[in-house]
Every structure is written in structure tokens, then in C-alpha cells.
């Protein structure tokens, strides 16, 4: 391969003359490495200080496919010294190449100890954000934070900017943590931490700020809307970061609307969403709620949402209501016609099959019968009327004889006569079982006159008998019941 030409040499000579360092990446970290001259290593992520426009240099395959800084130092360009470089060939519309240099520290290895490591952190605007970095081997140096400005934030236990947002929570040789309190959309980046140990060393932290949707808002809706008619409407919200998601729902019944639609903002960080729900009403929808809900992860499950109502205009329904619900000869009736639509009906007209002219006409929607009686038995018709049309409803009235109709009290007595009753069953069952129980223990007794009364020629000679306890024939016996 051939070498650079003599004055882009010239240049490279007089860039090492100043120590540097590189920093390259790997695996994900960012690592400070020295390459030396006729040594293989990869130069594909490097980053550097001083920036070389040469197109001898491009043109010269030492940086052609494999990167590899594998020739420079041969041929007695640069020798043997203790000069190390490490490069990065950036592609673009002018190609640019990066140099930097630094020198060799004799008896010093890079340790992986020695690398500061921190994580990326997602904070909603207006939140509070913490960085932390920490290092396993300080090597007796410090760490430092700084702003994806390149700002140093804090320098170990330093205040470096003049933010009161920015605050200090911990700070030992082996961690450096800090807070960044009312985080804002501008404070989204990439933050430093580093420790500078020879080569210095450094670590990312990727700061995701979310944008917080703006309360939704719908619009489309003017005015009434009439009963089987179609409407669309629109909701909106901004200030998503990333995109947040619309969704409709009437009540509790979710409404299919169009895929929400996303624009970016003005300020290039945020997005507005939209979206469109198409649907036709109907009488059941009259007063009910239209809303439009945003979802997106800063609201951490926090309903963020706006309601429209919206008025149906539908034609009128009745129905005829007795009261009493039963009525009878001689009572007072009242017939109520109850309207129902949107507007509510305004007028009412009564009429009986087979009478004409109509019974009445008015505002109100009862009729009343003060004393009835079986002539006023028939059906009954009421036209409940609003601007949005008629409807009619009808009812057949049965007139009944002026029999009583069972209170509660009659009910309350009744079953006062079945204890009763009862009562009086139990004591006559009673009465029956002691009869069978005396009839089957029968008593026997014999009376003075009947001993010895058979063998007696007369009464006297009986009682004689009886008292000496003399005895003939057999005992005459009596039986009670």
C-alpha cells in the first residue's frame, strides 16, 4: 500500500506533537484507546479532536476496507516512538478525516475497572430526572457530568453551571449522582459522565423526555341533530411526545372511529393527534355522551379525556295511566296521557270511539271523570302532538260494580279468623282423644242394696245381708260411662 502524501504527513507530525486522546466505542460503552503506529485496530466508532480535509489522504488506501491502521510507520514515516494515534474515517458528502493524538504512559495498561458506567432514563416533562454514574477504580481521579451542550454540570461535589434546577444527591470517589428537577423537552440528550484518568474515559446517558398530551378537543357539533341523522365529529390534542392515541366511546359502548392521524409540531419535539368518529343517532341517544380519551405513557393510566353531549330531536310516544288503577262506579277517575319526545309534546287531545265531537283539547294531559259510572265504560284515545309529529295512545275503560275491593285491613282479619279456627281444631282433636282414653278404662262399684239381694225374701233381709258381708250368686255389677 502506498503512504500518505509528504504534506498531509507534515501535518499529522505536527498534530502529534500535542497530547490527546480518542475515544472509541465498544459493545455499547464509550472507551478511551490509544492506537500505535503499525498496530491493528478498528477505527469504525472513533471520535476525535482534530479534523483533517485531505482528498490525498482519502485517496490513499490506507484507510480502505478493513479500517485498519496497519501500514503508517512502516518505510520509516513516523519510526518507532512513543507518539500513539487513533483515527476515524467519517463518511459524507465532504469527507473528513479525524486524527488525534496522545503519548505513550510506559508501564501503564488500560483497565476496564477503570470505566465509568451509567444507564438511559425516561422522565415526564416536568419531572425529576436522576443520573447516576459510577466507577469501580477511581485511579484517584474525579468523575464529572456534563449537558449534551458539553456543559459541565458537576465536577465531583462542584457546582460547575448555575442551574438551581440541577442538584447534587451523591458524590463519592466511586459515584456521581445528580438530580435535574422541572425537566423540560430542551433537556432531552445525551449527558457525559466522565473520570479523568490517563486516557480519560467516559460513559453515556440517554435522557428521554415525554411530552404530556394537552386535554383533548372535540368539535363538529353545532346544533340539534334529528332522529336517524348522521354526524361527524372531531377530536384533537397536543403537545404528545411521542405520538399519543385517540379513542371514542358513547357511554359505555366504544365507537369505532378513523386511525388516529399525527403531526408534527412547530417546536419539531412534539406532535399533535387527531381523529374522526362517523355515526348515526338515534332516539336512545338523546342526551347521552360522546368522549374522546388520549392515551399515552406519561399519564401512567390517568384518564385525560372530553365529553360532548348531544340532543336528539325525535318524535313523541304516550301511554295512558288510570288512576286509581282500578276503577269503579261512583269513584273519581283520573286518565293521564304520558308524553314522552324530544321536544316533550305541548298539546293532547282526548276522544271516545263512537262520540264525536272529540271529549277535550288543552295543554294538560289528564281527563277527568268526577263521579263514574257504567256509561263512561268505552276506549279512550289521546294524540300527544309536538313539532316533530303525533302519536296516539289508547285505553279501554271497564267500569265495575261498586263492590269493595279487599283492603289490607280485611286481609289483616282474615288471617286473624284462620288462627282462630285453627285454635278451636286442635282443643276439639283434644277433646276427642280424652273421650277414647276414659271409655277404655271402664270403674266398677256395688251398691248395699244389690249384695246379696238374689237370696233375700225382702229388703230388709238385703241390708242385713249386705252389712254382715254376705254374699249369693253374683255381684250386681254397674257400669258408667
Not at 336512545?284 to 330531536?313: F, Y
Request: hydrophobic residues 35%; charged residues 20%.
Amino acid at each position: 500500500m502506498g503512504g500518505p502524501s509528504a504534506l498531509p504527513l507534515l501535518l499529522l507530525l505536527a498534530s502529534c506533537g500535542a497530547p490527546g486522546g480518542a475515544n472509541l466505542s465498544q459493545d455499547g460503552y464509550w472507551q478511551e484507546q490509544d492506537l500505535e503506529l503499525g498496530t491493528l485496530a478498528p477505527l469504525g466508532e472513533a471520535i476525535s479532536s482534530t479534523v483533517w480535509s485531505s482528498p490525498d489522504m482519502l485517496a490513499s488506501q490506507v484507510f480502505s476496507a478493513p479500517s485498519y491502521v496497519n501500514e503508517w510507520g512502516t518505510g520509516g514515516w513516523l519510526g518507532p516512538s512513543s507518539l500513539l494515534v487513533s483515527g476515524l474515517f467519517v463518511p459524507s458528502a465532504s469527507p473528513v478525516l479525524t486524527l488525534t493524538c496522545s503519548r505513550r504512559q510506559e508501564g501503564r495498561a488500560w483497565k476496564a475497572d477503570s470505566q465509568p458506567w451509567t444507564s438511559d432514563e425516561t422522565v415526564v416533562a416536568g419531572g425529576t430526572v436522576v443520573l447516576k454514574c459510577q466507577v469501580k477504580d477511581h485511579e484517584d481521579s474525579s468523575l464529572q457530568w456534563s449537558n449534551p451542550a458539553q456543559q459541565t454540570l458537576y465536577f465531583g461535589e462542584k457546582r460547575a453551571l448555575r442551574d438551581n434546577r440541577i442538584q447534587l444527591v451523591r458524590s463519592t470517589p466511586h459515584e456521581l449522582s445528580i438530580s435535574i428537577s422541572n425537566v423540560a423537552l430542551a433537556d432531552e440528550g445525551e449527558y457525559t459522565c466522565s473520570i479523568f484518568t490517563m486516557p480519560v474515559r467516559t460513559a453515556k446517558s440517554l435522557v428521554t423526555v415525554l411530552g404530556i398530551p394537552q386535554k383533548p378537543i372535540i368539535s363538529g357539533y353545532k346544533s340539534s341533530l334529528r332522529e336517524k341523522e348522521t354526524t361527524t365529529l372531531n377530536c384533537q390534542s397536543s403537545g404528545s411526545k411521542p405520538a399519543a392515541q385517540l379513542t371514542w366511546r358513547k357511554g359505555d359502548q366504544e365507537l369505532h372511529g378513523e386511525p388516529t392521524r399525527v403531526q408534527e409540531d412547530p417546536n419539531g419535539k412534539t406532535f399533535t393527534v387527531s381523529s374522526s368518529v362517523t355515526f348515526q343517532v338515534s332516539r336512545d341517544d338523546d342526551g347521552a355522551d360522546i368522549v374522546c380519551s388520549v392515551n399515552h405513557e406519561s399519564l401512567k393510566g390517568a384518564d385525560r379525556s372530553t365529553s360532548q353531549r348531544i340532543e336528539v330531536l325525535y318524535t313523541p310516544t304516550a301511554k295512558i295511566r288510570p288512576d286509581p288503577p282500578h276503577p269503579r262506579e261512583g269513584q273519581k277517575l283520573l286518565l293521564h296521557c304520558e308524553g314522552r319526545g324530544n321536544p316533550v309534546p305541548q298539546q293532547y287531545l282526548w276522544e271516545k270511539e263512537g262520540s264525536v265531537p272529540p271529549l277535550k283539547m288543552t295543554q294538560e294531559s289528564a281527563l277527568i271523570f268526577p263521579f263514574l259510572n257504567k256509561s263512561d265504560s268505552g276506549t279512550y284515545g289521546c294524540t300527544a302532538t309536538s313539532n316533530m309529529g303525533s302519536y296516539k295512545a289508547y285505553y279501554t275503560l271497564n267500569v265495575n260494580d261498586p263492590s269493595p275491593v279487599p283492603s289490607s285491613s280485611s286481609t289483616y282479619h282474615a288471617i286473624i279468623g284462620g288462627i282462630v279456627a285453627f285454635i278451636v281444631f286442635l282443643l276439639l282433636i283434644l277433646l276427642i282423644f280424652l273421650g277414647h282414653y276414659l271409655i277404655r278404662h271402664k270403674g266398677t262399684y256395688l251398691t248395699h242394696e244389690a249384695k246379696g239381694s238374689d237370696d233375700a225374701p225382702d229388703a230388709d233381709t238385703a241390708i242385713i245381708n249386705a252389712e254382715g258381708g254376705q254374699s249369693g250368686g253374683d255381684d250386681k255389677k254397674e257400669y258408667f260411662i
